[in-house]
Each structure stands twice: as structure tokens, then as C-alpha cells.
């Protein structure tokens, strides 16, 4: 990838326009001059850069936990200051909604309280205007990188109108019970401020409404997000949070061990007993994220050749994988952990055999020594467990069966431009297996891009899965008001998606973090996301 000049990205409304805002409505204080107690939160991110503070960000769910959730809002927010349930929708900017009885009217009732950080109101013009300049190429302000990062989100938006200041409607294009998941991550800047220094400059300028203001932006090095004391929620225990993109664990753990952090994304595994001997708070959980790489079905060897996907999954030694990382993450027998409602409770999976392995390999066409394969991985970056070290061990378990495969060691943006562009693209068609990290089970909507034929704007899947049986079960399952059915349906589909071998259903993750003793008030979450806002630092 192109390597980016090196921006030095100064405090949120750094331009006069924006600035004079600030200083007539007298909200945010200055950097500092918060009376709060709360210390600093230094953390070393898995991420290779620094999140562009966007709306939404980049470098995956790491952009949303660290960086998107701490300035912005959403009109939902998860319930993330508990960890016995999956965390689910909760009122935020919205304070209320109604839902029609045929599932495509709901009406969002906006707080009346919340001021954006450079002083100026939150309303029902700040929201339309935030949806034109994520839906609109004819918007003045629309921003074509933000639109495709959060096309998802508006898979089933049809219209949307403002009522009055507190009140916005959204229409959608079916049936849909699950508008407010998708909404926990459709972020809000000030109108004000991208007004006043466009959209080429606003991630120099970001401003939310939310619990941190960003006061200080190195691309590459550092980002600095000081408390909002006027925040219009539970304002927040610490004085600041500081960002520092570290893509290598040893790093991260070297960082942590010198007292440069006191929060650690994804450590060296190796090194999880003696950072609880040395006193450390050894976080691990279960939660909805795990590695599933896709085939590529949009050609050989993979399309129409169920027996080679199940070789290859039976192939896997998922345990041998356990232990090379220490158990920080655990067996996959399908996309799903067992006790997330999307669980398929009487499908076994897949587990390790080896001779089965070996004759679905002979049934596919194929004898030892017949196939090489090529798999694109990341080296790093959100979500990604140990690429390194776990791609070896595939590497040696699918030669075990007489199966060859070369690995590909990409930047994690690369992958996940990969998986915008899809395997069918010329650049990337030459890759038999594409690794994925997906947030499986997180949100009921989280399926839709993996596993529908199409994603937003009609492109096909990127890795060419195609299931009409799988699109019907998703398809009817938001169409349903009862949660049981709902979650019924993508049963079904988790089904279909394991008989027919879809993914390599290869590990899920247990979240290992790792903070100083000083750290207090953290909730493990069922989540990728993280309450900052209950979190300490202590002297």
C-alpha cells in the first residue's frame, strides 16, 4: 500500500471559524483545565495506524471501540456496564422510538439536552444532516469514505425526514425489526464544524457530542482524547485518554512492561503468567468475535466442491492452534460460540480428524500433493488474534493432508480493502483463501455482509457465497417482532452455512487485554466495545 504522509493533526476545531464557535458558546474547557481526577489511560492499540477520527472511522472495530465511541454518539448505545448478556440497544441520543406496526416507520424521539463539543446544538437538522452526508452523492458535504465504510448501516434506509427539532423518521425498505443495531454505530459530527472546514480537512477537526474530545492527532503516533466535562451523559472518571498504534504484540508488551501503557491490546501470549506474577490484571472473555477465513467461491477449487471445504476443515487442529497462543482463544466448531443466541445447538460442527480430512480430500478430486493454495492474512491490526504464528500452523496442518499452502502476509487495511473490492476483482483473484476476523454474533445484523449474496449497492458477496436458502432464513429473520424468532431464523442460516462448509470455522477469540493495577472500573463486555466512561486511573 501506498505509504501516507505523515500528518500532525492538532486539537478538534483547530480552524478560526470552528474556533470562534468554541469560545461564543463557551463549552468544552480547555485541554488541562478539567478539575477530575480520573488520571490518564495510555493504551497501545493492535491497529498499525492511528483510527481516522471519521465518521465512522477506519482500522475496523478498533476505530469504533477506541476512537469512534468516545467522540461521537450514536442514537443507540449498547449496555456495556454489564458482562452477563450480550450487550443490546440501548437509548442514547434518542431518548425514545416507536415502530410501527408493520416494521418500516420508526420515529426517533432526540434528547433535548446535548450540545455538539464546539457549543452548538444536537437536533433533528444535525442528524438529516448527518444521513445526507452518508446517503446523498448530491449533498454538498457527502463523504464518499465515510459512505462506504458505513453502507451497512443503511442497507434497509429508504427515506428520512425531520418532524421537528426533536423528532427524525426513518423509513425503511422492508419489514425490519433491528434499525436500532444498526444505529449504535451511525455517528453524528457537527454540521457546524464540517460546514466550516469541509470534508478534507474534518478528521483534523473531529467533533462529536460525545464523552472525549479530541485534543491532540500524529498520524501514525498518537492520538489524545480529553474528558468532555459538559458531556450530556455520565461524564467520564478520566482526564484523558492517549492512543499509541503499535502492530507488533512484542511491542505492545514491551510498551506495557516499561510503564509507557497501562492497557495492552492482544500481548505476546508467552508472556500472560508472568505479567499476572508481576502483578498485571490479566483480562480474558468470551465474546462474539472469532477467525473465520472465507473461500473464494467465484471460482475453483472452492465453487461447487463441498467435499474440499470440509477436507480443509477437518484439517484444521484447532486445539494444537489453542495451545500455540496459550488458549487466549479456543476451538471453533462453528461461526458462532456456543451460548450466543446464534448458536446452532444440534449441529456438532466441524472438529479435527485427519483421515476424514484425508478421504473427503480424495472424494473432492484431489490426491496428496494435487492442490496449492494461496491465503491472504493480515500481519497485525484490529481483532487479529497472532496471524503470524496461527498461519504457520495451518500452513503445517493442511500439509499434513497433502494440501499446499502459500501464505500471503498483507496490512490489515489491505485485507479489508480486499474485502471491499471483493475476490472477483483482478487484483485480488488470485487468492483461494481471504482471512476474516469477523465481530461474529455481536449484532443480528453482523451476517448481512458475509453472508448474503449482495451487499449494499447490489456489488456481489466479496467472496462470492451465494445461498438463497441462507438469504431467505436472514431475510425473514428481521421481518419478526418476537426476538426468539428472529434469532430462529439466523439459526437456520448458521445451519445451512456449516453443512455446507461456507468458512473455515477456525477459532474464536477470548479478548486478552492486559492492564496496569492502576487501572480500575473496567467491564469485560460481551463486546468489542468497551465503557470508557467507568474506567480510573489511580496514583
Known amino acids: 500500500m501506498p505509504v501516507r504522509a505523515k500528518r500532525v493533526l492538532t486539537t478538534a476545531i483547530a480552524a478560526g471559524v470552528a474556533l470562534a464557535l468554541v469560545a461564543c458558546a463557551g463549552g468544552a474547557s480547555d485541554t488541562g483545565s478539567s478539575s477530575g481526577t480520573g488520571g490518564e489511560l495510555r493504551i497501545a492499540m493492535s491497529a498499525g495506524n492511528i483510527p481516522f477520527?471519521?465518521?465512522?472511522?477506519?482500522?475496523?472495530?478498533?476505530?469504533?471501540?477506541?476512537v469512534g465511541n468516545n467522540?461521537?454518539?450514536?442514537?443507540?448505545?449498547?449496555?456495556?456496564?454489564?458482562?452477563?448478556?450480550?450487550?443490546?440497544?440501548?437509548?442514547?441520543?434518542?431518548?425514545?422510538?416507536?415502530?410501527?406496526?408493520?416494521?418500516?416507520?420508526?420515529t426517533f424521539h432526540l434528547r433535548d439536552d446535548v450540545k455538539f463539543q464546539d457549543g452548538t446544538a444536537f437536533n433533528a437538522d444535525a442528524v438529516i444532516?448527518?444521513?445526507?452526508?452518508?446517503?446523498?452523492?448530491?449533498?454538498?458535504?457527502?463523504?464518499?469514505?465515510?459512505?462506504?465504510?458505513?453502507?451497512?448501516?443503511?442497507?434497509?434506509?429508504?427515506?428520512?425526514?425531520?418532524?421537528?427539532?426533536?423528532?427524525?423518521?426513518?423509513?425503511?425498505?422492508?419489514?425490519?425489526?433491528?434499525?436500532?443495531?444498526?444505529?449504535?454505530?451511525?455517528?453524528?459530527?457537527?454540521?457546524t464544524v464540517v460546514m466550516a472546514v469541509g470534508?478534507?480537512?474534518?478528521?483534523?477537526?473531529?467533533?462529536?457530542?460525545?464523552?472525549?474530545?479530541?485534543?491532540?492527532?500524529?498520524?501514525?503516533?498518537?492520538?489524545?482524547?480529553?474528558?468532555?466535562?459538559?458531556?450530556?451523559?455520565?461524564?467520564?472518571?478520566?482526564?484523558?485518554?492517549?492512543?499509541y498504534p503499535q502492530p507488533e504484540a512484542a511491542s505492545r508488551?514491551?510498551?506495557?512492561?516499561?510503564?509507557?501503557?497501562?492497557?495492552?491490546?492482544?500481548?505476546?501470549?508467552?508472556?500472560v503468567a508472568q505479567l499476572e506474577a508481576d502483578g498485571f490484571q490479566v483480562e480474558l472473555g468470551e465474546y462474539p468475535h472469532g477467525i473465520m477465513p472465507r473461500f473464494n467461491m467465484f471460482r475453483e477449487p472452492f465453487a461447487d466442491n463441498l467435499e474440499l471445504r470440509q477436507a480443509l476443515n477437518y484439517a484444521l487442529d484447532r486445539e494444537g492452534t489453542a495451545a500455540l497462543i496459550n488458549d487466549v482463544g479456543y476451538p471453533a466448531t462453528q461461526y458462532v460460540y456456543d451460548g450466543n443466541p446464534s448458536f446452532v445447538e444440534d449441529n456438532p460442527g466441524y472438529s479435527y480428524d485427519e483421515d476424514k480430512a484425508k478421504e473427503l480430500l480424495a472424494e473432492a478430486g484431489y490426491e496428496p500433493g494435487d492442490l496449492s493454495l494461496t491465503m491472504a492474512y493480515p500481519t497485525g491490526g484490529s481483532g487479529n488474534m497472532y496471524p503470524d504464528v496461527m498461519m504457520q500452523k495451518m500452513q503445517a496442518d493442511f500439509k499434513a493432508i497433502g494440501v499446499t499452502l502459500e501464505l500471503m502476509p498483507l496490512e490489515w487495511n489491505t485485507i479489508i480493502s480486499i474485502g471491499l473490492d471483493g475476490l472477483e476483482a483482478d487484483q485480488w483473484s488470485d487468492i483461494d483463501i481471504l482471512w476474516a476476523s469477523p465481530a461474529a454474533g455481536m449484532?443480528?445484523?453482523?451476517?448481512?455482509?458475509?453472508?448474503?449474496?449482495?451487499?449494499?449497492?447490489g456489488l456481489p458477496n466479496a467472496a462470492g457465497l451465494c445461498d438463497e436458502n441462507i438469504d431467505a432464513a436472514l431475510g425473514a429473520a428481521p421481518t419478526e417482532v418476537d426476538e426468539d424468532a428472529q434469532y430462529a431464523h439466523i439459526q437456520d442460516a448458521m445451519d445451512i452455512a456449516i453443512d455446507q462448509a461456507y468458512f473455515l470455522f477456525w477459532m474464536h477469540d477470548l479478548n486478552l487485554r492486559v492492564l496496569a493495577p492502576e487501572v480500575e472500573g473496567y467491564v469485560q463486555a460481551k463486546s468489542w466495545w468497551v465503557d470508557f466512561t467507568t474506567i480510573s486511573v489511580t496514583d
Open 53 to 66: 477520527p471519521a465518521t465512522p472511522p477506519n482500522e475496523g472495530y478498533e476505530g469504533n471501540r477506541f
Open 71 to 106: 467522540i461521537y454518539d450514536g442514537l443507540t448505545r449498547f449496555n456495556l456496564e454489564q458482562d452477563e448478556e450480550l450487550p443490546s440497544p440501548q437509548p442514547s441520543l434518542a431518548e425514545s422510538w416507536d415502530i410501527s406496526e408493520d416494521l418500516k416507520t420508526w
Open 129 to 191: 444532516f448527518a444521513f445526507e452526508r452518508m446517503r446523498n452523492p448530491d449533498f454538498e458535504y457527502y463523504d464518499v469514505g465515510s459512505a462506504g465504510r458505513g453502507a451497512a448501516s443503511f442497507r434497509y434506509f429508504e427515506s428520512y425526514e425531520k418532524t421537528d427539532d426533536s423528532t427524525v423518521v426513518i423509513h425503511t425498505t422492508q419489514p425490519y425489526a433491528w434499525l436500532h443495531w444498526d444505529l449504535t454505530t451511525v455517528y453524528f459530527p457537527s454540521p
Open 199 to 243: 470534508n478534507e480537512a474534518y478528521n483534523q477537526n473531529a467533533t462529536g457530542t460525545g464523552p472525549f474530545r479530541m485534543t491532540k492527532y500524529v498520524d501514525g503516533q498518537v492520538m489524545e482524547l480529553t474528558r468532555n466535562d459538559d458531556y450530556w451523559g455520565n461524564v467520564a472518571k478520566l482526564d484523558k485518554i492517549t492512543l
Open 253 to 271: 508488551l514491551s510498551m506495557l512492561q516499561s510503564g509507557e501503557v497501562n492497557w495492552a491490546e492482544v500481548p505476546s501470549p508467552d508472556s
Open 443 to 457: 449484532l443480528p445484523t453482523v451476517f448481512s455482509a458475509s453472508f448474503f449474496c449482495t451487499r449494499p449497492g
